[in-house]
């Protein structure tokens, strides 16, 4: 089992002391397996087996380092048992906050994305036919053409910086994560990334976009329709490039934007959908047992979307059956987010069997019927639905999500289809073996660099190129240009940051709620600050042993 492999290493470590109980944990780097050469003290928590006394200098001492990272090495081995792996699941749901289902009596959801999940396969359609647009209408180079759409590319959450013509993924304090930032298709140099910031990684993104992330000068990209977007962006830009040709960045970025909103406005993604549901529309039955399972328990539903009520009516029909708006309280479409949120001024208008607007002044809302447009504040006053004891589903961080906790204190729950994937990775032994000699080769390099003879920088250095090669080896498991979502290497992603802001809690798919009862409590794990990093791995892979707590890390969720 996991656990006897963990609680056997854990004997082998145990800390030092007199009367057979732990020592206080010390902050000082004093011991001699990682403190000043020369001293003899020992760390209190530091392993019996660490020698008394380090090397004065020199050889000796260059050796002794190269010991303690074999050490090191060692220890990282019988910590991790292949039986730790697979410890996340991917179908389970994630909590930023404390929730407890039972207090929930209103659930809403947004549809393209969280009632109706869309296949990868949907992608290439929208790329190709943006792109053609642009050749078409905006009559762009033919040599366009020649470019397909590249799944692997690029990932959620990046920011353009437009007169950059810059595609880059920033971290949760504004930085730029050095070796993912490209103008095209072409990585751009470090070195270039930062002169071209005056000097600096960071990104002043309050003067640069909004809230939303919309601009002026930086866009974020935010929902998944986003990727063949930015694939045909990075496309577009490469290929004026290689021919040297000279171009707007703005007028480009616009152009691209426009093409790509032109394949939704004028439905070309609406109508390849609807002739092929099977192919484009995931997990129906999934989404239908997840509503009936919460009507049978007497919670209330709604629906906002931004889609068009055909194209609603046609896959709900297609996943659900044709009494599907049984199932909800209340339905809008065409909702216009995240404006629906914060405009009171557009009025709610009933649409027909047909689709068709009716004129009549809306008073109330009814069951069974559905509604254009309309503004959250009209829908809190004929609702009466308001605070923590609504749960809403959507996939954008900032049309679903921001405003209703921010500003109305309802509950939200996050949808993120890429989680699957980043969990199965995580659950690799190549990443858990990976990542865990990191965190212990960062933790050496902390507590080693009191050592500056000559020979000790050259360890240390090696030591600094090894933990690089680690970074870049792990960021290229989750994507080869731009690593995971929720990471730089090793801060969260500003993405991440906002997903941990604006949801309660997060999940791969609507699924996942048929994994927990209806009552169910989720209670979000204590996470270390800094100041709390003695129960890190880091800190137990130096040497200095400050983590009791061996026994039960296999089964940390």
């Known amino acids: 089992m996991a656990g006897a492999g963990l609680r056997a290493a854990a004997r082998r470590w145990l800390p030092c002391s007199g ?11 004093s011991c001699s397996g990682c403190g000043p050469p020369g001293t003899g003290a020992h760390c209190p928590g530091a392993p019996c087996s660490a020698p008394s006394l380090a090397p004065a200098g020199g050889a000796e001492l260059s050796a002794h380092l ?28 994630y909590a930023n906050n404390e929730i407890s289902l039972h207090d929930v009596e209103v659930y809403g959801f947004d549809y393209d994305y969280t009632l109706a999940q869309y296949a990868d396969s949907l992608h290439p359609e929208i790329f190709n036919a943006a792109r ?22 690029a990932i959620r959450g990046l920011h353009y910086d437009i007169q950059k013509s810059l595609l880059m993924k920033i971290d949760a304090f504004h930085y730029v994560q050095l070796g993912t930032a490209y103008r095209g298709l072409q990585p751009v140099p470090d070195e270039e990334v930062i002169d071209l910031y005056g000097g600096t990684q960071h990104i002043p993104l309050y003067q640069m976009s909004d809230f939303y992330g919309k601009g002026p000068s930086i866009k974020q990209f935010m929902d998944i329709f986003s990727l063949p977007e930015m694939a045909l962006l990075s496309c577009v830009v490469d290929h004026f490039l290689g021919h040297g040709l000279e171009f707007d960045q703005a007028h480009l970025y616009k152009d691209v934007t426009d093409a790509i909103r032109d394949v939704h406005v004028k439905g070309l993604m609406y109508q390849w959908i609807e002739r092929d549901m099977e192919k484009y529309i995931l997990k129906g039955d999934e989404t239908f047992a997840v509503l009936s ?16 009520f055909s ?38 208008r009933k649409l027909d069997e047909k689709g068709s607007l009716q004129w009549d002044r809306i008073t109330r809302l009814e069951k ?40 109305h204190g309802w509950r939200t729950g996050a949808i993120i289809p890429e989680l699957e994937r980043e969990i199965r990775i995580i659950n690799t032994e190549q990443y858990m073996h990976s990542l865990t000699w990191q965190q212990a080769l960062t933790g050496l390099l902390e507590r080693m660099q ?71 409590t989720f209670y979000p794990r204590r996470t270390p600050l800094q100041h709390e990093a003695p129960l890190w791995m880091d800190q137990l892979c130096t040497g200095c042993m400050k983590t009791p707590f061996l026994s039960d890390m296999a089964h940390i969720r």
């Open 293 to 308: 399972r919460l009507v049978d328990h007497g919670k209330q539903l709604f629906l906002i979307t931004n889609s068009p």
């Open 66 to 93: 190269w010991a303690r990272y074999q050490d090191m090495r060692r220890l990282v081995h019988d910590l991790l048992p292949p039986e730790v792996c697979s410890l996340l699941n991917p179908a389970a749901i």
């Open 19 to 29: 009367h057979g109980r732990p020592r206080a944990a010390s902050s000082s780097p």
């Open 368 to 407: 069974g019927k559905i509604y254009r447009q309309g503004n959250l504040f009209d829908f809190l006053r004929l609702t009466e639905w308001r605070g923590p004891r609504v749960l809403y589903f959507g996939d954008h961080l900032y049309s679903d999500l921001a405003d209703l906790m921010l500003r």
């Open 450 to 520: 009191t050592y500056q003879d000559a020979e000790s920088r050259q360890v240390l250095a090696a030591w600094m190129k090894e933990r690089q090669e680690l970074r870049c080896i792990t960021k290229a498991l989750f994507n080869a240009q731009f690593g995971s979502i929720f990471r730089t290497f090793h801060n969260p992603t500003y993405f991440s940051r906002r997903l941990v802001r604006f949801s309660d809690l997060y999940m791969a798919s609507l699924s996942c709620l048929l994994n927990y009862r209806v009552d169910f």
């Open 132 to 153: 053609d647009i642009l050749i078409e209408h905006y009559k762009y180079p033919e040599g366009i053409r020649k470019y397909d759409y590249n799944p692997s590319f």
């Open 311 to 348: 194209f609603v009516d046609k896959g709900m029909r297609h996943m659900v059956g044709p009494d599907w708006r049984q199932l909800f309280d209340v339905v809008i479409v065409q909702a216009d987010k995240p404006s629906f949120f914060t405009d009171p001024r557009k009025p709610f």
